[in-house]
């Protein structure tokens, strides 16, 4: 497995709960895809299911002991789905692709 | 007074029994007075119903100093008929002296303590310094909505929550804010009770200065089962 370089929010706790501050949670919801995005090609991995998500440690800082609540893993799947990163597989939403490159980029 | 006919165990049974009566009566007597007495009140909320009609029927007709009369009156009977009396004058001219007053109390207290104070507390304050004739809740609170209208020196301010401040005119957010980030960034991440400690101010009053250094974007919230947490917001200022 491919060593992951952990971007620095991902030892800020704040990053692990949705802000609520709008200007903020962009920020927070784009360093979120832009790590999960990283993830996923370095992992070579292309399906996240938000159920099992805390397992793989890109939700779950054990270090810092923080995860990201469900809702939170959501929000981010739902951000890169509209960035055309993601699309749900089933319509509960609990299973996503994760599409490295967008379509267009290809 | 009545001559005693018999001693022993019989003449202190009849004696009691005497006493008893005597008490029950005066009992009687004093709940028909409050029974009478409430009726009376009652005859005098309607008359007020009708004349507070009449006034919003025929506005022009009367003149301003006996609106103000009437409506003392209605304070003094403990009607709340708020919709009626807004329409005839915006407040009563009690709350405005009441308001005067209370900032008069508490602006010396407010400017030491570090320019905000909770309502409930100023509360407590206004009413443990009068002693007697104390207010009520809601007047408090009507006196002090009023305050920005009288340009007194302090107003009434209502956080997000819902809790409400009494807070010197001149105070500001921003200013108040930078000192903020400024103790968060020193002590890394704060919790509300620990700003609390920090600057000697209470509890809910630390947690709604957190709140509002977040809304301005200079703080973000860590929160976890350690509780709620404040930190530099990092997301803005590494922005690269």
Known sequence: ?106 | TRIKLRTGIVGIERSIHEKNKVTDESITVAFQDLSKLMTMAKDMVVISKTISDKICNHQGEISEDETVKFKSYLLSLGIEDPVTRNRVQNENQFYENLAKEISKILLGTIKEIGGMMVLTDAYCRVNRARGLELLSPDDFLNASKLMDQLSLPLKLRVFDSGVMVLQLLSHDDQILVRETVLLLRNHSSMSPQELSTLVKIPVSLAKERLIVAEKFGRACRDESIEGLRFHVNFFLENRS
């Open chain 1, 1 to 106: 497995m491919a060593e992951i370089n952990w971007p620095w929010q991902y030892n800020f706790p704040p990053f692990f709960t949705i802000q609520p501050n709008k200007e903020t949670q962009k920020l927070q919801l784009d360093a979120w895809k832009s790590l999960v995005l990283d993830y996923c090609r370095s992992t070579k991995q292309c399906v996240i299911d938000v159920r099992e998500a805390n397992n793989s440690p890109v939700f779950h800082n054990a270090a810092i002991s923080r995860k990201l609540p469900p809702e939170g893993i959501l929000l981010v799947l739902e951000e890169l789905a509209a960035s055309g990163n993601a699309e749900p597989l089933d319509k509960t939403k609990t299973r996503w692709f994760i599409f490295w490159r967008t379509l267009q980029e290809l």
